[in-house]
């Protein structure tokens, strides 16, 4: 077995190209995610990059599971892990928000979660007053 081989038995259903796109995805959600925080919802810095991870480790997972899997089944896998989360309603709704944006840079949709990104922090602005926010 030659190293070429060897390196494509380890890749399991993905080329190259798609480490690549993985990792665009996952980036794009991460960062996405921490805006919305930051500027959508007016989180601290350290809320905001927790909302990044949470958005990159759906990213990630959704775009490991997107071709053998439903994503409806991915989605349940996620409100699952979701669901013991004792958190206020704001922050539920944003971590939500967080993995939706996961999902959609997951499953290879990142420019339309990027062209959407600015709807959803003008929702976060206006449905969370910088009041409520700073609690």
Request: aromatic fraction near 8%; charged fraction near 15%.
């Amino acid at each position: 077995m030659d190293i070429t081989g060897l390196i494509a038995d380890h890749m399991g259903h993905f080329a190259v190209k798609d480490a690549v796109n993985m990792l665009v995805a996952v980036l794009f959600a991460t960062l996405m995610a921490t805006v919305l925080g930051m500027w959508g919802a007016r989180k601290p810095w350290q809320e905001a990059r927790r909302l990044g991870l949470w958005s990159g480790l759906a990213a990630a997972g959704i775009g490991f599971v997107k071709a053998q899997l439903p994503l409806a089944v991915a989605l349940l896998a996620l409100a699952l892990l979701l669901r013991p989360a004792r958190e206020a309603e704001d922050d539920r709704l944003l971590t939500w928000s967080a993995l939706v944006i996961g999902i959609g840079c997951g499953s290879g949709a990142s420019l339309v979660v990027l062209v959407l990104l600015p709807v959803l922090v003008f929702l976060f602005r206006w449905a969370i007053s910088r009041n409520e926010a700073a609690k």
